[in-house]
T-cell receptor
Framework: GAGVSQSPSNKVTEKGKDVELRCDPI?????LYWYRQRLGQGLEFLIY????????KSGLPSDRFSAERTGESVSTLTIQRTQQEDSAVYLC?????????????FGEGSRLTVL | DQQVKQNSPSLSVQEGRISILNCDYT??????FLWYKKYPAEGPTFLIS?????DKNEDGRFTVFLNKSAKHLSLHIVPSQPGDSAVYFC????????????FGDGTTLTVKP
């Protein structure tokens, strides 16, 4: 498809397990973002990738969270030793540019439930 | 402290009438504001934006108003249509990167036929 693709769409895991979420951005989009959306709340910025530059990790809530991106393609968000408060929808977005006018295109999100 | 607030969790309007969604912010460094619309089980989609050098931006049925002195912005939808029923997020950025915006909690708009 032509849009941002995320997998899995739903993930249920047990507390303490590691999870990996995947994002396929729109082809040619150099900027990629991860967000967390807790129930009834807005999006929280987590991390941002721009081309081959070092990622902006300023939004990551703890060292249990990490993300990687290979060039300008797929990105994975990894949460280690999951906690119940990690339960949320994790959204990925990509953009052609990272400027103020860079329109974001979002995926449908990965819903994570930690039991 | 929440820097972007949407104080109305929900709003219900009749088809054809005006919908007004409000957003307040506290950080005076914010200079670019965006509205996103989100349908259930879908990612948000960009709707309209406004720079702090303007007080109004219009795009079809959607108009965003910015009152910098009051740190308040609003989204007007006229006329409202049932397909506008969605969650609307206000976002603000003080960065040159719109992707690092701070989001409000959203307002669920229901437009009744």
């Amino acid at each position: 498809g032509a849009g941002v693709s995320q997998s899995p769409s739903n993930k249920v895991t047990e507390k303490g397990k590691d999870v990996e979420l995947r994002c396929d951005p729109i082809s040619g989009h150099t900027a990629l973002y991860w967000y967390r959306q807790r129930l009834g709340q807005g999006l929280e910025f987590l991390i941002y990738f721009q081309g081959n530059s070092a990622p902006d990790k300023s939004g990551l809530p703890s060292d249990r969270f990490s993300a990687e991106r290979t060039g300008e393609s797929v990105s994975t968000l990894t949460i280690q030793r999951t906690q119940q408060e990690d339960s949320a929808v994790y959204l990925c977005a990509s953009s052609l540019t990272s400027g103020i006018n860079g329109e974001l295109f979002f995926g449908e999100g990965s819903r994570l439930t930690v039991l | 402290d929440q820097q972007v607030k949407q104080n109305s969790p929900s709003l219900s309007v009749q088809e054809g009438r005006i919908s007004i969604l409000n957003c307040d912010y506290t950080n005076s460094m914010f200079d670019y504001f965006l509205w996103y619309k989100k349908y259930p089980a879908e990612g948000p989609t960009f709707l309209i934006s406004i720079s702090s050098i303007k007080d109004k931006n219009e795009d079809g049925r959607f108009t965003v108003f910015l009152n910098k002195s009051a740190k308040h912005l609003s989204l007007h939808i006229v006329p409202s249509q049932p397909g506008d029923s969605a969650v609307y997020f206000c976002a603000a950025s003080g960065d040159t990167n719109a992707g690092k915006s701070t989001f409000g909690d959203g307002t669920t708009l229901t437009v009744k036929p």
